[in-house]
């Protein structure tokens, strides 16, 4: 089975939490879950794609690898 890519969903979604420049706490997998009706480990595999790719677009840092807080760059 093929994955949709949610990059886009997802920066769309961190940008409803803040401006450039904001570092904000994301729950981007329940939000997965709940919006798209994920199951968990399609939820996982969406966001870590997702953030793997924004941030190597420059869009976001991971304020601490273990925790749920990130900025918004561009």
Do not use: F, H
Not at 2 to 9: A, L, R, V
Not at 15 to 37: F, H, M, N, Q
């Amino acid at each position: 089975m093929s994955q949709m890519d949610y990059t886009n969903q997802v920066y769309d979604y961190l940008r409803t939490l803040g401006e450039p420049g904001d570092e904000v706490i994301s729950r981007i997998k329940p939000w997965l879950k709940a919006t798209y009706g994920l199951s968990e480990r399609e939820a996982v595999r969406a966001r870590k794609t997702a953030m793997e790719t924004l941030s190597a677009r420059g869009l976001v840092q991971r304020i601490n690898v273990r925790g749920p807080y990130v900025r918004i760059v561009g």
